[in-house]
């Protein structure tokens, strides 16, 4: 049986747009922090924000004003569900999402691992008036948690 090299805990390192130009941005600015977790049982989890965010006026944790909302929610991506690996790609069939638009939708990535890293890239999307490529650069995690 053939090891899944995806399995454990992936830290980020770097999250790029790219367009046809080959111009970059940093959706979540150059700080970004992420977390990708993929487990031998097929299913996967990622959450990526960004590293400066504020905090709410109010310690109620279904509080905040509909402005601090918002802005939570353009500085954090999650989802989770099933993946599977086809040729070059993995799939992501997404289960629960931030954004609820995801739920439902089978996101594909290109990968690549070289020694501790894998790079996973989207196919090209039209956001506005850009096509644009993500790439998203992630370190595998070998720190282990005390028991």
Same mark, same amino acid.
């Given at each position: ?13 770097? %999250?790029?747009?790219? @367009?046809?130009? =080959? ?11 992420? *977390? /990708?977790? #993929? ?16 905090? %709410?006026?109010?310690? @109620?944790?279904? =509080? ?11 500085? *954090? /991506?999650? #989802? ?23 739920? =439902? ?11 501790? *890293? /894998? ?29």
């Amino acid at each position: 049986m053939t090891q899944n090299q995806f399995v454990g805990t992936w830290q980020l390192v770097s %999250f790029e747009l790219k @367009d046809v130009n =080959g111009e970059v941005s940093y959706p979540y600015g150059k700080d970004t922090i992420g *977390y /990708l977790m #993929y487990a031998e049982d097929g299913y996967m989890s990622v959450v990526i924000m960004a590293a400066n965010r504020s905090n %709410f006026s109010s310690e @109620d944790f279904f =509080g905040g004003s509909t402005q601090e909302k918002a802005n939570a929610m353009e500085t *954090y /991506l999650s #989802y989770c569900g099933r993946y599977e690996i086809k040729d070059k790609k993995v799939i992501h069939h997404i289960k629960a999402s931030l954004f609820p638009n995801l739920v =439902g939708i089978d996101q594909e990535r290109f990968f690549e691992f070289t020694e501790n *890293y /894998l790079s996973l890239t989207t196919p090209s999307f039209k956001k506005s008036d850009k096509r644009l490529t993500a790439h998203l650069m992630w370190e595998r995690c070998t720190k282990t948690i005390p028991t």
